[in-house]
């Protein structure tokens, strides 16, 4: 018999927010931040955002970097509604143990 063990997080749960790049190093700040990610690594300098040639022209329209700066807007509001008492709902994430393990 296997157990499958699950984690749930709820946004009252998040300490902090940031990039973390292929290379492992990490940005993070405070949630209510409203930070875009940068343009390169600050640790190897390997590029963040995709290069002219990779045809993405959502990005390059401004799509992308401002949903990344939308999401971290939600999260702020959603978390003051949460601590409001307000909602009869919390907005929560669940994980495998598994994928929570390979990213620590
Ligand atoms: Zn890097």
Known sequence: ??????????????????????CGAKI????????????????CRTPWKPQQNQQSAAWF???ETSSFVSLLR??????ALEKEGVLGFRLVFEFDQ??????A
């Open 74 to 79: 939600a999260i702020t509001t959603i978390r």
């Open 98 to 103: 598994d994928s929570v393990s390979d990213r």
């Open 28 to 43: 993070v700040f405070p949630i209510g931040s409203e930070i875009g990610p940068s343009d390169a690594c600050h640790s």
């Open 1 to 22: 018999m296997t157990s499958e063990h699950r984690f749930i997080v709820g946004l009252q749960d998040v300490k902090t927010l940031g990039y973390q790049c292929k």
């Open 61 to 63: 329209r401004g799509d």
